[in-house]
């Protein structure tokens, strides 16, 4: 068995390359360019909605607090007419994605660290680069990607967007693997 102690630098370089890939992946590349869609009449919507002043959150619409409410006609009218949605508000004022950029990298290390301790707890030191990094791309995949899927079926997200995120997963979990692989404790 491995330490996790042993494998800091391949968290923290896993971590590292993760993030300068994603944002090499969002910022440069026109991958994800085409996530999202802008709203017919936007400024019209935007001006209905700003009079609300409707606090940073997540909403769906409509809206019904029980199972009964759901069944209820007025709900089912609701639902039938839409527009049916679910939504998330940001604090509006100045963009500034700092706080979100330090969340993604402390996400990343966390990630790094679940494919550590899976891997510490299932291989030996001086394991094979390949059996390293497959344990510690597997484990990051799953910790990049999955969630995704379970938004395409609760939230209707996107199947193209849901797809696009997983392969990169697919990406960031084999640089996690690769740093792993390479830095794995020699016997």
Not at 16 to 21: C, H, K, R, S
Not at 24 to 51: G, S, T
Request: glycine residues 6%; proline residues 6%.
């Amino acid at each position: 068995m491995v330490s996790l102690s042993s494998l800091w630098l391949p968290i923290v370089l896993a971590a590292v390359g993760v993030f300068i890939a994603s944002s090499i992946v969002h910022m440069v590349l026109p991958f994800h360019r085409n996530d999202f869609r802008k709203l017919p009449a936007e400024d019209e919507i935007m001006d209905a909605l700003r009079r609300h002043a409707i606090p940073p959150g997540d909403y769906i619409m409509p809206f019904c607090t029980s199972p009964a409410e759901m069944k209820a006609p007025e709900y089912q009218a609701k639902w039938k007419r839409g527009p049916a949605m679910v939504a998330t508000f940001w604090k509006t004022g100045e963009m500034n994605m700092g706080a979100q950029l330090g969340q993604w990298f402390v996400f990343c290390i966390v990630v790094s660290l679940f494919a550590a301790y899976l891997a510490s707890r299932a291989l030996p030191v001086g394991a094979s680069y390949l059996d390293v990094s497959q344990m510690a791309s597997t484990t990051a995949f799953l910790g990049y990607s999955m969630a995704h899927w379970s938004d395409a079926i609760w939230y209707k997200r996107s199947m193209k967007t849901v797809a696009k995120n997983s392969i990169d997963g697919l990406v960031y979990g084999l640089i996690t693997g690769g740093f792993f692989g390479w830095l794995w404790p020699a016997a």
